[in-house]
């Protein structure tokens, strides 16, 4: 791909608003941005990010780069999915690529896209369709719908789907890879995975076909499944994806609520009906993955499922790694109907009302809990203890669950204090069991005067002017990392030759061989404008002047600790003349250091 594209794109795009539509980052100076890494667990925000140099930089993982790398840090991509989600984001088009050299995800995206389109059309033109077409109209499904969504039908037919893919150029091994054929039982060759079913193409966020979910339109008595999936992918994996995010993300950013359905038609019904907030789990609780890709939108989530969520095991699960991530969970409960598709057919109204209406998941778990023991008997109070306790002791919010604990204790009519004995003994039960969570990573500090040169440099970096402070006290030698030490001559070199510091045109002066040191600087400016914050130019060049003066004794000291560890081999072997020449420099490094502390 040509350098010119990837540059127009980078005009296009500017690194704040991309990150914004992932994660919530915070003002952290005039051009700079300060949020909690999505890369790894972290309470205090080390995650920066520069409007000025279009790059953003994690200072406790490492992790940084510009639009492409956190598109393919974030979303698990390689550089052509990465290139080909940001120029359709830019409205860039892309110069023309042979399919032959294509990465591998594209190709599938290319396939699964033909797909929908054919089942699509068939959906809508062929005859064979007709009673699809009725189905759906009987299920109040509007053409604008099926439009938008993208419904189609796959014919009941063996082969009919892999032919049209394989006249359209695509090779019959990437139309299995992609998940839409099977292997034939008993001969060469590959076979139709939907056949005679209802097609809901599955998008993700950035509105590429990665699956299908297929309805079965025969009788229910031909022990057929109701619905089938794509399997597992290079671009599907069902936990990590929610059906209509990509219709919904916005809608659910403004709203500051993800409302979340079990099936397709519940989704579909939903948006039509113009409550956009919604997704569909494709009936499955929610998983790490989906929770994670709905809290870079909010952290409030509300449930509308079909069982008895008290006595559900999978939703109850998918409300745990919910709670597990510090998200707000309410219950939709339906006035009537089975699930919002049919509530929407029987009163439309209703659906939004009961959206307002939802409450808390702990909320929803005592009036269930209640509404069923009679809390005269001792047994029961008991068993209420049993079913409520395991949910309160993982809320992960210690306010919110020491309230439940007082709750249930005076419904139960007991003292708080055995509710909390046996909260805590079935806590310290399970804190003997291994950890099953990651937790926080530790990374191991830099040396303290590593880390000391590269704030100064850093300052300086930041602040042009201020270079004149370390020019003429700082040596390239007191520096004690070498790549750092290496991009300091540089910019002293810069410095002498122009006798003033311009940021960027010392950037662009670095040579090609040494282009890496341009990347470094840039982290180095940035880390240096999230430790100084809003500090005033008179703390700042006072603690430039002071921590040049921390680096160079440092190096007098170590070289000191050089020179008579090398004197003592030089006696130890009786070598005269070089124990003289380094009692002379020795003593010319005390003098250095006495002059410095005297400065």
Same mark, same amino acid.
């Given at each position: 791909?040509?350098?010119?594209?990837?540059?127009?794109?980078?005009?296009?795009?500017?690194?704040?608003?991309?990150?914004?539509?992932?994660?919530?980052? =915070?003002?952290?100076?005039?051009?700079?941005?300060?949020?909690?890494?999505?890369?790894?667990?972290?309470?205090?925000?080390?995650?920066?990010?520069?409007?000025?140099?279009?790059?953003?930089?994690?200072?406790?993982?490492?992790?940084?780069?510009?639009?492409?790398?956190?598109?393919?840090?974030? %979303?698990?991509?390689?550089?052509? %999915?990465?290139?080909?989600?940001?120029?359709?984001?830019?409205?860039?088009?892309?110069?023309?690529?042979?399919?032959?050299?294509?990465?591998?995800?594209?190709?599938?995206?290319?396939?699964?896209?033909?797909?929908?389109?054919?089942?699509?059309?068939?959906?809508?033109?062929?005859?064979?369709?007709?009673?699809?077409?009725?189905?759906?109209?009987?299920?109040?499904?509007?053409?604008?719908?099926?439009?938008?969504?993208?419904?189609?039908?796959?014919?009941?037919?063996?082969?009919?789907?892999?032919?049209?893919?394989?006249?359209?150029?695509?090779?019959?091994?990437?139309?299995?890879?992609?998940?839409?054929?099977?292997?034939?039982?008993?001969?060469?060759?590959?076979?139709?995975?939907?056949?005679?079913?209802?097609?809901?193409?599955?998008?993700?966020?950035?509105?590429?076909?990665?699956?299908?979910?297929?309805?079965?339109?025969?009788?229910?008595?031909?022990?057929?499944?109701?619905?089938?999936?794509?399997?597992?992918?290079?671009?599907?994996?069902?936990?990590?994806?929610?059906?209509?995010?990509?219709?919904?993300?916005?809608?659910?950013?403004?709203?500051?609520?993800?409302?979340?359905?079990?099936?397709?038609?519940?989704?579909?019904?939903?948006?039509?009906?113009? #409550?956009?907030? #919604?997704?569909?789990?494709?009936?499955?609780?929610?998983?790490?993955?989906?929770?994670?890709?709905?809290?870079?939108?909010?952290?409030?989530?509300?449930?509308?499922?079909?069982?008895?969520?008290?006595?559900?095991?999978?939703?109850?699960?998918?409300?745990?790694?919910?709670?597990?991530?510090?998200?707000?969970?309410?219950?939709?409960?339906?006035?009537?109907?089975?699930?919002?598709?049919?509530?929407?057919?029987?009163?439309?109204?209703?659906?939004?009302?009961?959206?307002?209406?939802?409450?808390?998941?702990?909320?929803?778990?005592?009036?269930?809990?209640?509404?069923?023991?009679?809390?005269?008997?001792?047994?029961?109070?008991?068993?209420?203890?049993?079913?409520?306790?395991?949910?309160?002791?993982?809320?992960?919010?210690?306010?919110?669950?020491?309230?439940? #604990?007082?709750?249930?204790?005076?419904?139960?009519?007991?003292?708080?204090?055995?509710?909390?004995? =046996?909260?805590?003994?079935?806590?310290?039960?399970?804190?003997?069991?291994?950890?099953?969570?990651?937790?926080?990573?530790?990374?191991?500090?830099?040396?303290?005067?590593?880390?000391?040169?590269?704030?100064?440099?850093?300052?300086?970096?930041?602040?042009?002017?201020?270079?004149?402070?370390?020019?003429?006290?700082?040596?390239?030698?007191?520096?004690?990392?070498?790549?750092?030490?290496?991009?300091?001559?540089?910019?002293?070199?810069?410095?002498?030759?122009?006798?003033?510091?311009?940021?960027?045109?010392?950037?662009?002066?670095?040579?090609?061989?040494?282009? %890496?040191?341009?990347?470094?600087? %840039?982290?180095?400016?940035?880390?240096?404008?999230?430790?100084?914050?809003?500090?005033?130019?008179?703390?700042?060049?006072?603690?430039?002047?002071?921590?040049?003066?921390?680096?160079?004794?440092?190096?007098?000291?170590?070289?000191?600790?050089?020179?008579?560890?090398?004197?003592?081999?030089?006696? =130890?072997?009786?070598?005269?003349?070089?124990?003289?020449?380094?009692?002379?420099?020795?003593?010319?490094?005390?003098?250095?250091?006495?002059?410095?502390?005297?400065?």
């Amino acid at each position: 791909m040509a350098q010119d594209n990837i540059e127009e794109i980078k005009s296009k795009i500017d690194v704040v608003d991309l990150i914004q539509e992932y994660i919530q980052v =915070k003002p952290a100076g005039a051009n700079s941005f300060r949020a909690l890494c999505p890369f790894h667990h972290e309470k205090t925000p080390s995650f920066m990010v520069s409007r000025d140099k279009q790059i953003w930089h994690c200072f406790g993982c490492a992790e940084g780069g510009d639009i492409f790398g956190f598109v393919m840090k974030m %979303e698990g991509l390689e550089f052509p %999915e990465a290139l080909r989600i940001l120029a359709k984001k830019a409205g860039v088009q892309l110069k023309y690529q042979d399919p032959a050299q294509s990465n591998q995800k594209t190709r599938l995206m290319e396939i699964c896209k033909s797909a929908a389109f054919f089942f699509h059309k068939i959906l809508l033109d062929h005859p064979k369709a007709e009673f699809v077409r009725e189905y759906l109209k009987k299920r109040k499904v509007q053409e604008q719908t099926t439009e938008a969504w993208q419904l189609g039908y796959a014919p009941d037919a063996w082969e009919t789907l892999n032919t049209y893919l394989t006249g359209k150029g695509f090779k019959e091994d990437d139309i299995f890879l992609a998940g839409l054929t099977i292997k034939k039982d008993r001969s060469v060759g590959y076979i139709d995975r939907f056949r005679h079913r209802l097609m809901f193409p599955i998008w993700d966020i950035h509105g590429n076909v990665i699956g299908f979910g297929g309805r079965w339109l025969g009788a229910e008595n031909d022990k057929m499944a109701k619905y089938i999936n794509t399997p597992q992918t290079d671009i599907y994996n069902k936990s990590q994806v929610l059906y209509g995010i990509d219709k919904a993300r916005q809608e659910i950013k403004k709203q500051k609520l993800a409302v979340i359905v079990e099936g397709y038609m519940d989704c579909l019904a939903s948006h039509q009906a113009g #409550v956009i907030n #919604v997704v569909a789990s494709s009936g499955t609780a929610l998983t790490l993955e989906q929770v994670k890709l709905l809290k870079r939108y909010t952290t409030n989530l509300a449930f509308a499922f079909d069982q008895d969520l008290a006595g559900d095991s999978a939703a109850k699960r998918g409300i745990e790694i919910a709670w597990q991530e510090e998200m707000n969970t309410k219950i939709i409960q339906l006035p009537q109907g089975k699930d919002p598709d049919e509530l929407l057919k029987i009163e439309p109204a209703a659906w939004p009302r009961a959206i307002v209406q939802a409450q808390s998941v702990m909320e929803y778990y005592f009036q269930k809990t209640f509404s069923k023991l009679d809390l005269k008997s001792v047994d029961n109070k008991k068993e209420t203890a049993r079913i409520l306790l395991p949910v309160i002791a993982k809320l992960s919010d210690t306010i919110e669950q020491s309230h439940y #604990v007082q709750k249930l204790a005076g419904l139960l009519n007991v003292e708080e204090s055995v509710i909390r004995d =046996k909260l805590k003994r079935m806590q310290l039960q399970k804190s003997g069991k291994a950890d099953q969570q990651a937790s926080e990573p530790a990374y191991q500090s830099k040396d303290r005067f590593i880390a000391l040169s590269e704030n100064i440099i850093g300052t300086v970096l930041k602040d042009n002017e201020k270079f004149d402070v370390i020019a003429e006290q700082l040596l390239p030698e007191h520096v004690p990392l070498e790549k750092l030490s290496r991009l300091y001559k540089l910019m002293l070199i810069y410095y002498t030759k122009n006798q003033a510091f311009n940021y960027k045109e010392f950037i662009s002066s670095i040579p090609q061989a040494d282009k %890496e040191l341009a990347t470094y600087a %840039e982290i180095l400016s940035l880390k240096a404008e999230q430790d100084n914050g809003e500090a005033s130019e008179d703390f700042v060049i006072q603690e430039i002047r002071s921590g040049v003066h921390q680096v160079a004794r440092n190096h007098l000291q170590k070289s000191l600790k050089g020179i008579e560890e090398a004197l003592r081999q030089a006696e =130890k072997s009786n070598n005269k003349q070089k124990a003289e020449q380094l009692n002379r420099d020795f003593s010319d490094k005390i003098s250095e250091l006495k002059q410095l502390d005297n400065e």
